[in-house]
Nanobody, 124 residues
Framework: QARLVESGGGLAQAGGSLRLSCAAS????????MGWFRQAPGKGREFLGV????????SYAEAVKGRFTISRDNAKNMVYLQMHSLKPEDTAVYYC?????????????????WGQGTQVTVSS
């Protein structure tokens, strides 16, 4: 079972940028897809994007396409979420998740391990 720890959250101004990191441990990291989700107060967990096991393919939700980029460094067991052009509606707790297979879809059930989350707050 992978163990995931997010970092890099904080306060940003609208239009600003933040980069979130996710440190992963576990034997299966290099063969697993990795995803990013977020959850705002009173809302369900929202899919943001996913990267395949090699980093060669990514897919994003429409809400963040063109503003957010996922990357990974398998040598360091790290996954990143680079966020640009932040909006107040991006305010949420952000989670990384490890896929059950080398590629994953958008469903929560595609992911078998989750981090504890990191808070991102965007002020207007």
């Amino acid at each position: 079972q992978a163990r995931l720890v997010e970092s890099g959250g904080g306060l940003a101004q609208a239009g600003g940028s933040l980069r979130l990191s996710c440190a992963a441990s576990g034997r299966t990291f290099n063969s697993s897809a990795m995803g990013w989700f977020r959850q705002a107060p009173g809302k369900g967990r929202e899919f943001l994007g996913v990267i395949n096991w090699s980093g060669g393919f990514t897919s994003y939700a429409e809400a963040v396409k063109g503003r957010f980029t996922i990357s990974r460094d398998n040598a360091k067991n790290m996954v990143y979420l680079q966020m640009h052009s932040l909006k107040p509606e991006d305010t949420a707790v952000y989670y990384c998740a490890a896929g059950r297979r080398p590629w994953a879809g958008t469903d929560l059930e595609d992911f078998g391990a989750w981090g504890q989350g990191t808070q991102v707050t965007v002020s207007s």
